[in-house]
Structures are given as C-alpha cells and as structure tokens.
C-alpha cells in the first residue's frame, strides 16, 4: 500500500536551516507528482510547494519563495524539502503529500495520500 514517512524534523534556530526527507513506498513514484504542506498551531492546513514527476513544473507559494526548495530523487523514491532562512512562524507539523496525477496543484483535493507529518520547531 501507498505509505509516506517524512524525517529530518526538529528544533532550529531562527536563521537557520533544515532539510525535511520523505521516503515513499507503494506506488511508481516516478509517475506522480509531490508536494509539501503545513499545519501550524490552531490554523488549517497550508500547502507550500509541489514537484512533477521528472523534477520539473515546481510550484512554490510566494510566502515561502527564495526560502524553501522542494527536489526529489526518484532513485530514492523520495523527495525533499530544503528550508534555509527559517523563521518563528515556520513552526508546524510539515506533511509530504502525493499527487493524484503528474501536475503540481495547490489544493488538497489533488492529493490523495499523506505522511505523518515532521514536527518543525523554530525558536531561540
């Protein structure tokens, strides 16, 4: 079955930097495109940025542009989420999702299986 594990969480300063991993298994990851998305603390979910399938097509919301890098390598099955400059109000519950198809979409109906989420913490 489809399963999505992101890794690479945890505790930054603000300034700082972290690399989110999300390993997939179940599905040609080849085929389908990838997103990040976000939850903060008492606000619904926010998505960030999406990938194609060849690596190409990359969408990134414009609050988070010239920050956050979403890549993916499909030798690993899996796709990251490189995220330099962080800041107090990137703290969230970070979720890697999978595209119904091959076309990087900002909405969550496009997206028909999530991980666990990551926890992101900035603070000093």
């Known amino acids: 079955q489809v399963r999505l594990v992101e890794s690479g969480g945890g505790l930054a300063q603000p300034g700082g930097s972290l690399r989110l991993s999300c390993q997939a298994t179940?599905?040609?990851?080849?085929?389908?495109?990838m997103s990040w998305a976000r939850k903060a603390p008492g606000k619904g979910l926010e998505w960030l940025t999406g990938?194609?399938?060849?690596?190409?097509?990359?969408i990134t919301k414009d609050s988070v542009k010239g920050r956050f890098t979403i890549s993916r390598d499909n030798a690993k099955n899996t796709v990251y989420l490189q995220m330099n400059n962080l800041k107090t109000e990137d703290t969230a519950i970070y979720y890697c999702?999978?595209?119904?198809?091959?076309?990087?979409?900002?909405?969550?109906?496009?997206?028909?299986?999530w991980g666990q989420g990551t926890q992101v913490t900035v603070s000093s």
């Open positions: 179940g599905f040609p990851f080849n085929s389908f495109a």
């Open positions: 990938i194609r399938a060849d690596g190409t097509g990359i």
């Open positions: 999702a999978k595209g119904r198809a091959n076309a990087v979409v900002a909405d969550q109906s496009d997206y028909d299986y």
